[in-house]
């Protein structure tokens, strides 16, 4: 059971990390709308996650024989990771930011990120709950 917990925890804390690397992405994207020639970058969210948590290999690297290992470490992005955004129309400037399509992204990215982190606070509180109850009884 603790191995399931540990596990469940681990993957959340990955998601956690993932989630702020690319809200922060986004955040220069929007910061950057302005900017000649910016390119608006973004990450395939699965896949680092998969490749975070050790289900899918990255480029170069070895499969894991345990989860966890040899993995990056939390928040950690390779460039290869990190995405050029698709432009929905070309700017006078080379500018790739479109704001709607980042505006969207940043409010979804943010709803993400808190419902990740009200699942790590639920299930730490529910287990500090089990072992109070423990104790008591």
């Given at each position: 059971m603790l191995n399931r917990l540990t596990d469940t925890l681990n993957f959340q804390t990955q998601a956690l990390s993932l989630r702020a690397e690319r809200q922060r992405l986004l955040a220069s994207n929007i910061a950057n709308a302005d900017t000649p020639g910016y390119q608006a970058r973004d990450i395939d969210f699965a896949r680092a996650l998969r490749e975070a948590t050790g289900d899918l290999p990255t480029a170069g690297q070895m499969a894991t024989t345990a989860r966890g290992h040899m993995s990056p470490a939390a928040g950690a992005l390779a460039d290869s990771q990190k995405?050029?955004?698709?432009?929905?129309?070309?700017?006078?400037?080379?500018?790739?930011?479109?704001?709607?399509?980042?505006?969207?992204?940043?409010?979804?990215?943010?709803?993400?990120?808190?419902a990740t982190l009200r699942f790590i606070n639920g299930a730490v509180r529910t287990t500090l709950d089990a072992m109070k109850s423990h104790n008591a009884g």
């Open positions: 995405q050029y955004a698709l432009q929905a129309q070309t700017n006078l400037d080379s500018n790739g930011v479109d704001m709607d399509r980042e505006r969207a992204s940043f409010a979804d990215n943010t709803v993400k990120y808190e």
